[in-house]
């Protein structure tokens, strides 16, 4: 059984940063990617971006250039950076990986981008 804890998120004013981290109870070397979703109010799940186990990363279209997603293999953790944050990024945000032909996910951690 693998477990994923997504922490790091909170109220924040547009155009400020958050940082979200995920923890994973197994090694993240065990899987080749690591991906983070989020969920927006209207209720739709949007892939934000994945790294792989060495550290490329690759991002959707709607967050590239202010989203960056880093490791830590030796931690277990993965992180999403979160840059000039609009009202559009309110969402609830999970991180996934793939482990022996399963699917896992947190439980999320709720961004707001208010003022």
């Known amino acids: 059984q693998v477990q994923l804890v997504e922490s790091g998120g909170g109220l924040v004013q547009p155009g400020g940063s958050l940082r979200l981290s995920c923890a994973a109870s197994?090694?993240?070397?065990?899987?080749?990617?690591v991906h983070w979703y989020r969920q927006g109010p209207g209720g739709q799940r949007e892939w934000v971006g994945n790294i792989k186990r060495l550290g490329d990363t690759t991002y959707a279209d709607s967050v590239k250039g202010r989203f960056a997603i880093s490791n830590d293999n030796d931690k277990n953790m993965v992180y999403l950076e979160l840059n000039s944050l609009s009202p559009e990024d309110t969402a609830v945000y999970y991180c996934q990986m793939q482990f022996n032909g399963r699917d896992y996910w947190g439980k999320g951690t709720q961004v707001t981008v208010s003022s």
């Open positions: 197994i090694g993240i070397t065990n899987t080749p990617l």
